[in-house]
């Protein structure tokens, strides 16, 4: 196993040794603060090679068989001190291969609103990336960095990884929103290498999910996932968006 607790830390997989696909597991701890407010959100940006993005995350859990070859296993709602939460997304293989070129996943942790007030750096969200019997740990430690020690600083880069025919190269990431910030994780190409930040539409669940195109709208956020509706928000008798 590899450890790599530095943003500047890199590991690389080989997938020529193996036949399985790739499991990404995120983990937190209960932070012993009395309240249920640990419930984390494991969600992977993906970027293909001509540039379409996808999300994958509980609302949207995808396919291993089809666009983005990438499956999540489903949401779970909290952890305890005798077990820690874990949420859990498989990697086709192959995807580099069925898409034409590298692909890119960003993987973060999210925390709703309506989780309550934590700040998610002490629930210390790690990722684990397995194939076969390889495998490596993301675990920068986010307490180090007083501004994502905070309440309302929702999203948590916790990896990212370029994914090729042969090979993953996977690094941890140190990155965090804006506090009361609701845009995703989106890399870019930048030539072979991807740059990562913080500036995607907000994709909100269950009863909260009509409201992301209103904040989408509000932020003037034009970029959308391939595989997330775009609900149109209302407009009055003379064109306005409603506020």
């Known amino acids: 196993m590899i450890n ?4 500047d830390q890199t590991a690389t997989i080989d997938l020529t040794k193996g ?3 790739l499991l990404v597991r995120a983990q937190w701890v209960d932070n012993g603060d ?4 640990d419930d984390l959100d494991l969600r992977c940006s993906i970027l293909m090679p001509d540039e379409q993005m996808y999300l994958i995350d509980g609302a949207y859990p995808c396919s291993l068989d089809d666009v ?3 499956r999540h296993h489903g949401d779970v709602q909290g952890a305890s001190t005798e077990m820690p939460g874990e949420e859990q997304i498989t990697v086709a293989r192959d995807i580099a291969k069925r898409m034409g070129g ?3 996943l960003c993987f ?7 989780n309550g007030a934590v700040a998610v750096a002490t629930l210390k969200p790690r990722m684990k990336m397995s194939f076969g019997s390889q495998e490596v740990v993301c675990d920068y430690d986010f307490t180090q960095n007083a501004d994502a020690n905070v309440d309302g600083v929702y999203t948590y880069i916790i990896g990212y990884a370029i994914v090729t025919e042969d090979e993953v190269i996977l690094a ?3 990155k965090t929103s804006r506090p ?3 845009e995703t994780a989106w890399p870019a190409w930048h030539g072979t290498s991807i740059d990562v930040d913080i500036s995607g539409p907000a994709v909100f669940k269950g009863a909260q999910a009509n409201y992301a195109a209103k904040y989408n709208a509000k932020k003037r956020i034009e970029r959308h996932f391939a595989n997330v509706p775009q609900q149109a928000t209302k407009k009055g008798l003379f064109g306005k968006l409603f506020s």
């Not at 790599?4 to 943003?7: A, E, G, I, Q, R």
């Open 172 to 174: 941890p990431s140190g």
């Open 102 to 104: 590298p692909v890119a």
């Open 108 to 114: 973060s942790v999210y925390s709703a609103v309506a």
């Open 34 to 37: 009395d309240k249920d407010n």
């Open 19 to 21: 036949s399985s696909d």
């Open 68 to 70: 983005p070859y990438a």
């Open 4 to 7: 790599l607790n530095k943003p």
């Open 180 to 182: 009361g910030q609701e």
